[in-house]
Protein backbone atom coordinates (compact mmCIF):
# COMPACT_ATOMS: atom_id res chain seq x y z
CA UNK A 1 0.00 0.00 0.00
CA UNK A 2 1.33 3.41 -0.93
CA UNK A 3 1.82 6.44 1.64
CA UNK A 4 -0.02 9.39 0.00
CA UNK A 5 -0.27 12.61 1.15
CA UNK A 6 -1.94 15.72 0.27
CA UNK A 7 -0.73 19.50 -0.04
CA UNK A 8 -2.74 22.27 -0.33
CA UNK A 9 -2.05 24.53 -3.75
CA UNK A 10 -3.42 27.75 -5.20
CA UNK A 11 -5.01 27.30 -8.91
CA UNK A 12 -1.90 28.81 -10.33
CA UNK A 13 -0.07 25.77 -9.11
CA UNK A 14 -2.48 23.01 -9.42
CA UNK A 15 -1.78 20.42 -12.26
CA UNK A 16 -3.85 20.99 -15.25
CA UNK A 17 -7.41 18.62 -14.94
CA UNK A 18 -6.87 17.99 -18.43
CA UNK A 19 -4.01 15.74 -17.54
CA UNK A 20 -6.31 12.94 -16.06
CA UNK A 21 -8.75 10.82 -17.73
CA UNK A 22 -11.11 10.75 -14.77
CA UNK A 23 -12.02 14.56 -14.52
CA UNK A 24 -14.81 15.58 -14.83
CA UNK A 25 -16.73 19.25 -15.12
CA UNK A 26 -17.21 19.51 -11.30
CA UNK A 27 -13.80 19.82 -10.65
CA UNK A 28 -12.92 22.70 -12.82
CA UNK A 29 -11.91 25.95 -11.36
CA UNK A 30 -15.27 27.29 -12.65
CA UNK A 31 -17.72 25.24 -11.44
CA UNK A 32 -15.72 25.95 -8.07
CA UNK A 33 -16.23 29.30 -8.46
CA UNK A 34 -19.81 28.95 -9.10
CA UNK A 35 -20.14 26.94 -5.45
CA UNK A 36 -17.85 29.33 -4.13
CA UNK A 37 -19.84 32.14 -4.84
CA UNK A 38 -23.53 30.41 -4.15
CA UNK A 39 -22.51 29.09 -0.79
CA UNK A 40 -19.62 31.03 0.75
CA UNK A 41 -17.67 28.82 0.44
CA UNK A 42 -13.36 28.52 -0.04
CA UNK A 43 -12.63 26.92 -2.93
CA UNK A 44 -9.55 23.32 -1.73
CA UNK A 45 -7.32 21.88 -4.77
CA UNK A 46 -4.66 19.76 -3.20
CA UNK A 47 -2.03 17.90 -4.70
CA UNK A 48 -1.98 13.72 -3.96
CA UNK A 49 2.40 12.83 -3.34
CA UNK A 50 3.41 9.66 -3.71
CA UNK A 51 6.68 10.30 -1.74
CA UNK A 52 8.07 13.75 -4.31
CA UNK A 53 5.96 12.45 -7.19
CA UNK A 54 2.63 13.88 -8.18
CA UNK A 55 0.19 11.49 -8.49
CA UNK A 56 -2.85 13.14 -8.69
CA UNK A 57 -5.15 16.25 -7.39
CA UNK A 58 -8.56 16.55 -4.98
CA UNK A 59 -10.86 19.08 -5.14
CA UNK A 60 -13.43 20.56 -2.47
CA UNK A 61 -14.19 23.36 -0.67
CA UNK A 62 -14.57 24.47 2.97
CA UNK A 63 -18.08 25.82 4.46
CA UNK A 64 -18.82 26.87 8.22
CA UNK A 65 -21.75 25.53 9.92
CA UNK A 66 -22.48 25.66 13.69
CA UNK A 67 -18.87 27.69 13.99
CA UNK A 68 -17.11 24.18 12.43
CA UNK A 69 -15.21 24.06 9.48
CA UNK A 70 -16.58 21.51 7.06
CA UNK A 71 -14.65 20.19 4.12
CA UNK A 72 -17.03 18.86 1.22
CA UNK A 73 -15.97 17.12 -1.92
CA UNK A 74 -19.55 18.06 -2.34
CA UNK A 75 -21.58 19.02 0.32
CA UNK A 76 -25.49 18.08 0.09
CA UNK A 77 -27.36 21.29 -1.20
CA UNK A 78 -24.59 22.02 -3.46
CA UNK A 79 -26.39 20.89 -6.50
CA UNK A 80 -23.03 19.00 -7.68
CA UNK A 81 -23.26 15.78 -7.54
CA UNK A 82 -19.61 14.43 -7.98
CA UNK A 83 -15.81 15.55 -6.96
CA UNK A 84 -13.14 13.91 -5.28
CA UNK A 85 -9.47 12.90 -6.81
CA UNK A 86 -8.58 13.10 -9.93
CA UNK A 87 -5.60 10.07 -9.96
CA UNK A 88 -3.21 8.28 -12.38
CA UNK A 89 -4.62 4.59 -13.53
CA UNK A 90 -1.53 2.95 -10.82
CA UNK A 91 -3.04 4.64 -7.45
CA UNK A 92 -5.37 3.19 -5.18
CA UNK A 93 -8.34 5.78 -4.22
CA UNK A 94 -8.87 3.79 -0.90
CA UNK A 95 -5.48 5.07 -0.19
CA UNK A 96 -6.09 8.68 -1.69
CA UNK A 97 -9.01 8.47 0.64
CA UNK A 98 -7.32 7.53 3.85
CA UNK A 99 -4.45 10.34 2.88
CA UNK A 100 -7.78 12.83 2.63
CA UNK A 101 -8.84 12.07 6.28
CA UNK A 102 -5.76 12.92 7.79
CA UNK A 103 -5.27 16.12 5.45
CA UNK A 104 -9.07 17.57 6.26
CA UNK A 105 -8.74 17.52 9.98
CA UNK A 106 -4.93 18.17 10.65
CA UNK A 107 -4.07 20.26 7.97
CA UNK A 108 -7.46 22.41 7.11
CA UNK A 109 -8.72 22.18 10.75
CA UNK A 110 -12.18 20.77 9.51
CA UNK A 111 -14.15 18.74 12.00
CA UNK A 112 -16.22 16.93 9.11
CA UNK A 113 -15.51 16.01 5.70
CA UNK A 114 -18.50 14.47 2.81
CA UNK A 115 -16.66 13.10 -0.57
CA UNK A 116 -18.11 11.39 -3.25
CA UNK A 117 -16.05 10.30 -6.16
CA UNK A 118 -17.70 8.78 -9.25
CA UNK A 119 -14.99 6.20 -9.19
CA UNK A 120 -15.16 4.54 -5.72
CA UNK A 121 -17.27 2.01 -5.41
CA UNK A 122 -19.57 0.78 -2.73
CA UNK A 123 -17.30 -2.35 -1.96
CA UNK A 124 -14.70 -0.20 -1.34
CA UNK A 125 -15.93 2.44 1.67
CA UNK A 126 -17.63 -0.70 3.11
CA UNK A 127 -14.09 -2.41 3.51
CA UNK A 128 -12.86 0.65 5.17
CA UNK A 129 -15.76 0.47 7.60
CA UNK A 130 -17.09 4.90 6.47
CA UNK A 131 -20.38 6.03 7.24
CA UNK A 132 -21.85 6.40 3.63
CA UNK A 133 -25.24 7.06 1.71
CA UNK A 134 -25.61 5.26 -1.47
CA UNK A 135 -26.52 7.59 -4.30
CA UNK A 136 -28.58 5.66 -6.79
CA UNK A 137 -28.93 7.22 -10.31
CA UNK A 138 -29.32 6.31 -14.07
CA UNK A 139 -26.61 6.68 -17.18
CA UNK A 140 -26.91 6.32 -20.79
CA UNK A 141 -24.81 4.84 -23.02
CA UNK A 142 -24.62 7.47 -25.84
CA UNK A 143 -22.18 5.37 -28.26
CA UNK A 144 -25.71 3.37 -29.49
CA UNK A 145 -26.64 5.13 -32.85
CA UNK A 146 -29.52 7.35 -32.78
CA UNK A 147 -31.97 5.16 -33.74
CA UNK A 148 -31.02 2.29 -30.99
CA UNK A 149 -31.29 5.00 -28.27
CA UNK A 150 -34.19 5.96 -29.33
CA UNK A 151 -35.87 2.68 -29.33
CA UNK A 152 -34.60 1.89 -25.82
CA UNK A 153 -37.12 4.59 -24.65
CA UNK A 154 -40.37 3.38 -23.30
CA UNK A 155 -42.79 3.18 -26.21
CA UNK A 156 -44.99 6.04 -24.10
CA UNK A 157 -41.58 8.17 -23.77
CA UNK A 158 -41.54 7.54 -27.63
CA UNK A 159 -45.24 8.64 -28.31
CA UNK A 160 -44.25 11.64 -26.24
CA UNK A 161 -41.58 12.75 -28.02
CA UNK A 162 -43.32 11.99 -31.61
CA UNK A 163 -46.21 13.78 -30.31
CA UNK A 164 -43.99 17.03 -29.46
CA UNK A 165 -42.77 17.07 -32.77
CA UNK A 166 -46.85 16.54 -34.58
CA UNK A 167 -47.98 19.58 -31.98
CA UNK A 168 -45.44 21.90 -33.01
CA UNK A 169 -43.09 21.90 -30.08
CA UNK A 170 -39.32 23.36 -31.48
CA UNK A 171 -36.39 23.22 -29.32
CA UNK A 172 -33.60 25.44 -29.54
CA UNK A 173 -29.97 25.67 -27.89
CA UNK A 174 -30.49 29.25 -25.40
CA UNK A 175 -27.65 31.43 -24.91
CA UNK A 176 -29.41 34.87 -24.30
CA UNK A 177 -29.59 36.09 -20.82
CA UNK A 178 -33.54 35.45 -20.42
CA UNK A 179 -33.33 31.75 -19.95
CA UNK A 180 -32.43 31.89 -16.42
CA UNK A 181 -35.84 33.82 -16.06
CA UNK A 182 -37.73 31.65 -18.27
CA UNK A 183 -36.11 28.02 -16.03
CA UNK A 184 -37.07 29.49 -12.53
CA UNK A 185 -40.24 30.90 -13.38
CA UNK A 186 -41.06 27.15 -14.63
CA UNK A 187 -38.59 25.53 -12.05
CA UNK A 188 -41.55 27.45 -9.33
CA UNK A 189 -44.94 26.23 -10.93
CA UNK A 190 -43.09 22.90 -10.56
CA UNK A 191 -42.98 22.81 -7.20
CA UNK A 192 -46.37 24.98 -6.59
CA UNK A 193 -47.77 21.89 -7.70
CA UNK A 194 -46.44 19.78 -4.24
CA UNK A 195 -47.23 23.16 -2.33
CA UNK A 196 -43.47 23.63 -2.22
CA UNK A 197 -40.75 26.39 -3.16
CA UNK A 198 -37.48 25.60 -5.01
CA UNK A 199 -34.65 24.35 -2.98
CA UNK A 200 -32.18 26.91 -4.75
CA UNK A 201 -32.59 30.59 -5.67
CA UNK A 202 -32.61 32.04 -8.97
CA UNK A 203 -29.33 33.98 -8.35
CA UNK A 204 -27.80 30.37 -7.95
CA UNK A 205 -29.53 29.65 -11.21
CA UNK A 206 -27.59 32.57 -12.70
CA UNK A 207 -24.10 32.06 -11.45
CA UNK A 208 -24.07 28.48 -12.92
CA UNK A 209 -24.88 30.08 -16.10
CA UNK A 210 -22.54 33.57 -15.75
CA UNK A 211 -19.70 30.99 -15.05
CA UNK A 212 -19.96 27.74 -16.59
CA UNK A 213 -21.61 28.72 -20.09
CA UNK A 214 -18.62 30.84 -21.96
CA UNK A 215 -16.60 27.61 -21.37
CA UNK A 216 -18.76 25.75 -24.07
CA UNK A 217 -19.64 22.86 -21.25
CA UNK A 218 -23.09 24.39 -20.65
CA UNK A 219 -25.53 23.27 -22.79
CA UNK A 220 -29.39 25.00 -22.29
CA UNK A 221 -32.04 24.05 -23.95
CA UNK A 222 -35.72 25.52 -24.50
CA UNK A 223 -38.69 24.47 -25.87
CA UNK A 224 -41.32 26.63 -27.19
CA UNK A 225 -45.13 25.88 -28.60
CA UNK A 226 -46.14 26.61 -32.16
CA UNK A 227 -46.96 30.28 -31.50
CA UNK A 228 -43.60 30.61 -29.81
CA UNK A 229 -44.04 30.41 -26.16
CA UNK A 230 -41.14 28.93 -24.25
CA UNK A 231 -42.95 26.20 -22.00
CA UNK A 232 -40.61 23.86 -21.04
CA UNK A 233 -36.29 24.22 -20.04
CA UNK A 234 -33.46 22.05 -19.43
CA UNK A 235 -29.74 22.38 -18.55
CA UNK A 236 -27.34 20.23 -19.42
CA UNK A 237 -23.04 20.32 -18.58
CA UNK A 238 -20.69 18.01 -19.72
CA UNK A 239 -17.16 17.52 -20.27
CA UNK A 240 -14.27 14.66 -20.89
CA UNK A 241 -16.80 11.82 -21.65
CA UNK A 242 -19.95 12.66 -19.92
CA UNK A 243 -22.71 14.86 -20.05
CA UNK A 244 -25.26 15.53 -17.01
CA UNK A 245 -29.07 16.54 -15.85
CA UNK A 246 -28.58 20.07 -13.72
CA UNK A 247 -32.03 20.84 -14.00
CA UNK A 248 -35.26 20.59 -16.18
CA UNK A 249 -38.89 22.36 -15.82
CA UNK A 250 -42.06 22.91 -17.55
CA UNK A 251 -45.22 24.72 -16.96
CA UNK A 252 -48.15 22.47 -16.21
CA UNK A 253 -50.12 23.98 -18.24
CA UNK A 254 -48.08 22.63 -21.71
CA UNK A 255 -47.59 19.58 -20.49
CA UNK A 256 -49.89 17.88 -22.53
CA UNK A 257 -47.79 19.13 -25.34
CA UNK A 258 -44.79 17.11 -24.08
CA UNK A 259 -41.41 19.07 -23.97
CA UNK A 260 -39.93 17.63 -21.47
CA UNK A 261 -39.26 13.81 -23.37
CA UNK A 262 -38.16 16.47 -26.64
CA UNK A 263 -36.03 18.57 -24.21
CA UNK A 264 -34.35 15.07 -23.06
CA UNK A 265 -33.73 14.12 -26.67
CA UNK A 266 -32.47 17.32 -28.02
CA UNK A 267 -29.69 17.32 -25.23
CA UNK A 268 -28.74 13.63 -25.90
CA UNK A 269 -28.35 14.02 -29.36
CA UNK A 270 -26.45 17.65 -28.86
CA UNK A 271 -23.76 16.18 -26.49
CA UNK A 272 -23.36 12.82 -28.66
CA UNK A 273 -22.45 14.95 -31.47
CA UNK A 274 -19.53 16.42 -29.91
CA UNK A 275 -18.08 13.07 -28.68
CA UNK A 276 -20.12 12.28 -25.48
CA UNK A 277 -20.34 8.82 -24.80
CA UNK A 278 -22.37 8.80 -21.08
CA UNK A 279 -25.28 10.56 -19.89
CA UNK A 280 -25.30 10.79 -15.96
CA UNK A 281 -28.79 11.81 -15.07
CA UNK A 282 -27.54 12.92 -11.64
CA UNK A 283 -29.89 11.34 -8.82
CA UNK A 284 -32.95 8.77 -9.06
CA UNK A 285 -36.48 9.49 -9.84
CA UNK A 286 -38.71 6.62 -11.31
CA UNK A 287 -39.19 9.33 -14.46
CA UNK A 288 -35.85 8.82 -15.12
CA UNK A 289 -36.26 5.10 -16.67
CA UNK A 290 -38.24 5.64 -19.39
CA UNK A 291 -34.74 6.93 -21.20
CA UNK A 292 -33.59 3.87 -21.28
CA UNK A 293 -30.80 4.02 -18.69
CA UNK A 294 -28.79 1.52 -16.37
CA UNK A 295 -28.21 1.81 -12.57
CA UNK A 296 -25.37 3.20 -10.85
CA UNK A 297 -24.58 3.83 -7.33
CA UNK A 298 -22.23 6.11 -6.25
CA UNK A 299 -20.97 5.86 -1.96
CA UNK A 300 -21.42 9.70 -0.70
CA UNK A 301 -19.09 8.86 2.28
CA UNK A 302 -19.24 10.99 5.90
CA UNK A 303 -16.51 11.35 8.06
CA UNK A 304 -16.70 13.16 11.14
CA UNK A 305 -13.97 14.17 13.89
CA UNK A 306 -16.87 13.88 16.47
CA UNK A 307 -19.73 11.97 16.82
CA UNK A 308 -22.52 14.23 17.56
CA UNK A 309 -21.94 15.70 14.20
CA UNK A 310 -23.28 13.59 12.01
CA UNK A 311 -26.75 13.95 14.25
CA UNK A 312 -26.54 17.90 14.27
CA UNK A 313 -26.20 16.66 10.26
CA UNK A 314 -28.94 15.24 9.99
CA UNK A 315 -31.21 17.35 12.01
CA UNK A 316 -30.21 20.29 9.70
CA UNK A 317 -31.67 18.38 7.05
CA UNK A 318 -34.62 18.22 8.60
CA UNK A 319 -34.96 21.55 9.70
CA UNK A 320 -34.29 22.64 5.82
CA UNK A 321 -37.18 20.30 4.51
CA UNK A 322 -39.47 21.40 6.97
CA UNK A 323 -38.77 25.32 6.16
CA UNK A 324 -39.75 24.29 2.70
CA UNK A 325 -42.61 22.79 3.32
CA UNK A 326 -43.53 26.09 5.80
CA UNK A 327 -42.64 28.33 2.66
CA UNK A 328 -44.93 26.50 0.16
CA UNK A 329 -47.72 26.74 2.46
CA UNK A 330 -47.54 30.19 2.80
CA UNK A 331 -46.72 30.63 -0.65
CA UNK A 332 -49.98 29.21 -2.01
Same mark, same amino acid.
Given at each position: ??????????????????????????????????????????????????????????????????????????????????????????????????????????????????????????????????????????????????????????????????????????????????????? /??? #??????? =?????? &?? $?? +?????????????????????????????????????????????????? /??? #??????? =?????? &?? $?? +????????????????????????????????????????????????????? #??????
Amino acid at each position: MAILRLLRVVYDEAPALESFDDCTIFQTIQWLNFVACTQKAEPVIAVVKDGEHTVGRFTGLIVRRYGLRILGSPFPGWTTPYMGFNLKPSISRTDALLALESFAFRDLKCAHLEIMDRRLSLDEVQRLGYRYKAYNGLEIDLTKGYDELFSAMDPACRRCIRKANKVGVQVEEAKDVSFVDDY /YAQ #LQDVFAK =QNLVPT &YS $KE +RVRSLVDNLLPTGRLLLVRARDSEGACIATGIFPAMNDTMYFWGGASYRS /YQI #LRPNEVV =QWFAMR &YW $KA +RGIIKYDFGGGGEYKRKYGGYDIAVPWIRISKYPVLEYLRNGARELFAFKQRI #LGFRKR
